[in-house]
């Protein structure tokens, strides 16, 4: 059975962190792209992080980019995202899911699509307060 099983998600005030974890199971890890999304009220589901399981390759949205960064642990099946310098439109559900690799103008797992992914968790709320 397929398990994306996020957790660490909560209310911060503005500028303060936050990390995400996302523990995979039931399904092939390596070789695969991991993305974190994030879906606020009326709004898109849209893609802010992802890596590639078997590389170095990383993506980042221009709205995240040197404030949230995506690691994983191999060796547990976990991907993390680490938020710093919060802000209030950060506030929304993140989910974390996996699928097949692809490629986007040259980067593996690059600008993450949610029609991309296979698997999906159910979601962490992120509330940040100004």
């Known amino acids: 059975q397929v398990q994306l099983v996020e957790s660490g998600g909560g209310s911060v005030q503005a500028g303060g962190s936050l990390r995400l974890s996302c523990a995979a199971s039931g399904f092939t890890y390596s070789s695969r792209c991991m993305g974190w999304f994030r879906q606020a009220p009326g709004k898109e589901r849209e893609g802010v992080a992802s890596l590639y399981t078997t590389g170095d390759s990383i993506y980042y949205a221009d709205s995240v980019k040197g404030r949230f960064t995506i690691s994983q642990d191999n060796a547990k099946n976990t991907v993390y995202l680490q938020m710093d310098s919060l802000k209030p439109d950060d506030t929304a559900m993140y989910y974390c899911?996996?699928?097949?690799?692809?490629?986007?103008?040259?980067?593996?797992?690059?600008?993450?699509?949610?029609?991309?992914?296979?698997?999906w968790g159910k979601g962490t709320l992120v509330t940040i307060s100004s």
């Open positions: 899911a996996g699928g097949k690799s692809w490629l986007v103008a040259g980067t593996v797992c690059g600008s993450p699509s949610p029609n991309y992914m296979d698997y």
